[in-house]
C-alpha cells in the first residue's frame, strides 16, 4: 500500500512556549492557531513487506534535490513510528519508504515540524489501522511526536489547543472553519537559513526566564480578550493581542538561559515598518514563531497593498501569501 498525506503548517495567535511535562508533551498554557494553505508538507508513505527497512527521503526546499535522512533525524522518525503502533495497539510491523516534500523553507520559523508530524501521525496511524484514527486521537498522536504543535494542524480552519489535566485531554479542536475569517498570514522571508536551536531546546529552557511566570499570568488575561476579539471579528483589537503575545514570548526566549534570540535585524527592521505602516492607517499585525520570520497577519482588502508594500523592501526574500485552511487530510490510497 502507498499512501499520500498533505498536511498544514499553522502560525500560532496565541503561543505555546515551555511544557509541564516533557515526555508527554504537555503545555503550561492552551494556544491557538490558524493553518496556513500555502505552507504545506506532503508525503507518500509506501508500506514495504521488509520491516526492517525504514527509509525517509526529504526533498530540499531549496535545491530540489531528494536527500536521505539519517542518524538522529531517522531514529527520530523511527521511535515515533513504534510510539504510533503502541498507541494504536498493533502487533505486526511493516517497513516504510517515506518520500516528503515542502513549498516553504524549512526550519525558520514557519512549523515545518508541525506539518510533517502530524502528515506523519495521519500516515502511520492510517497504514496501522487501514481507517482514519477519530479527529481527538490524531491531534493526541500529533502532540506525542515531540512537535506539540502539531496537534493544531489535525483539526481544521482556526484551531484551540487546550492544555488539558492529562495526555488524554491535551489536544487542539476546530474553533472555527476556515472562511469563517478572511485573515491573510504574509510569511515575510527574510531568511531561508535553518535555525541553529530548535524549539524543543528552547521549550526546556523557558522557565529558566524570570518573565515565564509573568507571562502565565498576563495570559489569563490575553486569552479573554483574544476570544473575544475573535468571536466579535474586531481586527485591530486582534491584532493588538496577538503582537503582544509574541512579544511576550521572545521576551522569555531571550531571558531565558542559555538565551534565545531567533530575531535577526531584518526581523526589526520589519516590525517597525508594520508599527509605522499602522499610522498611515494600513492595519496589519506581527507574529513571528521560533525563526527570524516575520507573520504579517492582515484582512484579505488589504492582502495587495501589503504584498506590494513588502515586494520593494531589500530585506525580504521572498512572500508567501496565506489563508485559513483545512487541516491533514488523506489525499490518495493505492493497494500495490
Ligand atoms: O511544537 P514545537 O515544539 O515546534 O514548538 C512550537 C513553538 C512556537 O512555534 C514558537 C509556538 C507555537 O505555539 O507554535
Known amino acids: 500500500m502507498k499512501i499520500k498525506v498533505k498536511s498544514p503548517a499553522n502560525i500560532a495567535f496565541i503561543k505555546y512556549w515551555g511544557q509541564r511535562d516533557s515526555h508527554f508533551i504537555l503545555p503550561y498554557n492552551d494556544s491557538f492557531s490558524m493553518n496556513l494553505s500555502h505552507c504545506i508538507t506532503e508525503i507518500t508513505i509506501e508500506r514495504l513487506n ?21 542518524q538522529e533525524r531517522l531514529e527520530k522518525i523511527i521511535d515515533y513510528y513504534y510510539l504510533i503502533k503502541k498507541f494504536v495497539d498493533k502487533k505486526d510491523d511493516f517497513g516504510f519508504r517515506i518520500f516528503s516534500k515542502n513549498n516553504f523553507p524549512i526550519k525558520s520559523g514557519i512549523a515545518s515540524s508541525a506539518s510533517f508530524y502530524s502528515a506523519l501521525a495521519l500516515g502511520f496511524s492510517y497504514l496501522f489501522m487501514e481507517k482514519n484514527l477519530p479527529e481527538k486521537n490524531l491531534s493526541i498522536l500529533a502532540r506525542l ?6 496537534c493544531r494542524s489535525i483539526p481544521d480552519g482556526f484551531v484551540w489547543w487546550k492544555k488539558g489535566k492529562n ?28 535555525k541553529i536551536v530548535g524549539s524543543q531546546e528552547g521549550h526546556q529552557k523557558a522557565l529558566t526566564s524570570p518573565f515565564f511566570k509573568l507571562r502565565l499570568t498576563d495570559l489569563k488575561r490575553r486569552i479573554k480578550e483574544i476570544k473575544d476579539a475573535f468571536l466579535k471579528k474586531d481586527f485591530e483589537k486582534f491584532g493588538q493581542l496577538i503582537e503582544e503575545e509574541a512579544l511576550s514570548l521572545h521576551f522569555v526566549a531571550m531571558t ?10 531584518k526581523t526589526i527592521e520589519i516590525i517597525k515598518e508594520i508599527v509605522y505602516l499602522r ?14 520570520n516575520i507573520h504579517l ?29 483545512i487541516g491533514a487530510r ?6 500495490n
Open 145 to 150: 511526536s515531540g512537535s506539540g504543535s502539531a
Open 279 to 292: 499610522k498611515k492607517n494600513r492595519f496589519g499585525f506581527f507574529t513571528i514563531d521560533a525563526g527570524e
Open 50 to 70: 521488509d520491516d526492517h527497512k525504514k527509509e525517509v527521503f526529504l526533498e530540499d526546499y531549496l535545491t530540489k534535490k531528494v536527500i536521505p535522512i539519517q
Open 167 to 194: 495526555s488524554k485531554t491535551s489536544y487542539a479542536y476546530s474553533i472555527a472553519p476556515p472562511k469563517y475569517w478572511d485573515l491573510v498570514d504574509l510569511v515575510l522571508i527574510v531568511s531561508e537559513k535553518e
Open 297 to 325: 497577519i492582515c484582512q484579505k482588502k488589504d492582502e495587495k497593498f501589503f504584498f506590494q508594500y513588502f515586494s520593494q523592501k531589500k530585506e525580504i526574500k521572498k512572500m508567501i501569501i496565506n489563508y485559513p485552511t
Open 330 to 335: 488523506l489525499w490518495e490510497v493505492k493497494e
Open 256 to 265: 531565558q538561559i542559555p538565551p534565545l534570540y531567533y530575531w535577526s535585524g
